[in-house]
């Protein structure tokens, strides 16, 4: 089939869950919207946060995608039911691929969650975690310095490594095996992540586990694009243009052009 997948997200994070979607399923075609002007989200309400998701959906929706994905976490847990229910083809989220993930890789039932205030504020995925494995302990934390140092392209400075470790030392105390990286901006951060909690704790990468659920879905329903036409990427950002791109290329490792969006209403609840 034809028809592009859509991704959205608050800004560049989604880039790590549509570039998993490229290397699983690289014939498909893309349209993705990063809303980096009015990013991040974590910070604002979850009616705030339905109302942008919604506009963004609109925007997408003239595109005649087959799949809608909500590659942003903080969108997930506020409006996926909802917009489930306002269109009528797929929708994935970001938050059940990551905890059924992270089921099957603890071994000794402790899973932390580091996310966006939105996020853990909603309780999302601890929810997702005890519904399928009540036992399950959760340790939540969020983390709102990372999602401004990745939309500024600062992946891998002295400085960002001061800001983690700084923020994931409290939960350096509690008896972890894996940690659910429950926000797509933090899987650009992930190897620094990783210095500072070192090789005991498994890091959950919830962008390659949502690609897998999208590349599962899609095969299920027949909708996988076979042609030997290569496939088309568009790129949307409501922020800076230049920035986005900056950081799309060097994620992606390919040229990308970005088409900039003006919103003719900031703030739409």
């Known amino acids: ?34 809303d980096s002007e009015r990013s991040p989200y974590g910070p604002r309400s979850a009616e705030e946060v339905r109302g942008f998701t919604r506009q963004i959906v ?8 087959k799949m809608i994905v909500i590659a942003c976490n ?11 229910k306002s269109v009528d083809i797929e929708v994935v989220g970001v938050i059940e691929p990551g905890a059924r993930t ?26 997702a975690l005890q519904a399928i494995s009540p036992q399950i302990e959760v340790y939540s934390m969020a983390c709102p310095q990372f999602v401004p140092i990745v939309e500024k392209g600062l992946f891998d400075t002295l400085e960002t490594m001061s800001i983690v470790e700084d923020a994931l030392q409290a939960m350096k105390q509690y008896p972890i095996d894996c940690m659910i990286l429950g926000c797509t901006h933090y899987p650009f951060l992930q190897d620094t992540i990783a210095k500072v909690m070192g090789p005991d704790v498994e890091l959950i990468n919830s962008a390659e586990e949502t690609a897998r659920e999208v590349s599962t879905i899609l095969s299920h329903k027949q909708l996988l694009r076979k042609s030997p036409v290569a496939p088309y990427h568009r790129f949307f950002c409501s922020g800076d243009p230049k920035m986005f791109q900056k950081i799309a290329q060097l994620w992606l490792n390919e040229e ?14």
């Open 256 to 269: 990308v052009q970005v088409t900039p969006v003006i919103w003719q209403v900031s703030n739409i609840i």
């Open 1 to 34: 089939m034809q028809r592009p997948i859509a991704i959205l997200d608050s800004g560049v994070g989604g880039l790590t869950v549509a570039k998993e979607i490229m290397r699983q399923l690289p014939q498909e075609n893309m349209i993705y919207f990063g």
């Open 58 to 65: 609109d925007f997408l929706l003239p595109f005649h995608p």
């Open 74 to 84: 903080t969108a997930t847990a506020a409006a996926l039911s909802d917009i489930r």
């Open 102 to 127: 992270a089921i099957t890789k603890t071994k000794n039932a402790k899973v932390a969650v580091i996310g966006t205030e939105g996020t853990i504020k909603s309780g999302a995925y601890r929810r």
